[in-house]
């Protein structure tokens, strides 16, 4: 049961994630040129950030697999382990992501997306300590936040064109 938890964090967290702090530097723009050009340099180079969050986490994606079809106290041990490198993998995507200049009329999205993000990376850090304490219930609660939290956030980075960057 724990590996297929793990396999749904793995899931939910392969967009990005971090301790996002507030504050998203906007590009100058004018004209209807310049705010086409500015958006389609931000959705490039945001997608290019989740695909490489992506391949990195494919190696423990891989690992998650084994450890569901496992199911032995052996796998349980290593999942805490393995979501805390999936969340220290989404925090540095995340801090790229933060340094990226966003089209002043997606300002308010691409925060509340990083701010999600950053919630997203909360909860399955406390699904690993939870784990790790065999506390049953409170992975159950953080892995319902974490599945609300990353349905909302998946919406907003469709809306901003990031399709790298949902799962």
């Known amino acids: 049961m724990r590996a297929l938890v793990l396999a749904s964090v793995l899931l939910a ?23 086409r050009s500015a958006r389609a340099a931000f959705v490039a180079a945001a997608n290019a950030v989740c695909a490489h969050l992506k391949a990195e986490e494919a190696p423990l994606k891989t690992r998650a697999g084994r450890l569901e079809t496992a199911q032995s106290e052996s796998a349980e041990s290593e999942s805490a382990p393995i979501m805390e490198q999936v969340v220290a993998l989404a925090r540095a995507a995340e801090d790229k992501l933060a340094a990226i200049v966003v089209p002043p009329e997606d300002a308010a999205a691409v925060e509340k997306l990083l701010t999600g993000f950053s919630e997203e990376a909360a909860y399955v850090h406390d699904t690993a300590v939870a784990f790790r304490k ?23 980075a469709l809306g901003l064109g990031l399709r790298e960057c949902t799962s």
């Open 134 to 156: 065999h506390e049953r219930t409170a992975w159950e609660a953080a892995l319902g936040s974490l599945s609300q939290v990353h349905t909302r956030d998946h919406g907003v």
């Open 13 to 35: 967290l392969a967009g990005c994630g971090s301790t996002h702090t507030s504050g998203v530097t906007t590009a100058k723009v004018t004209s209807p040129a310049e705010k």
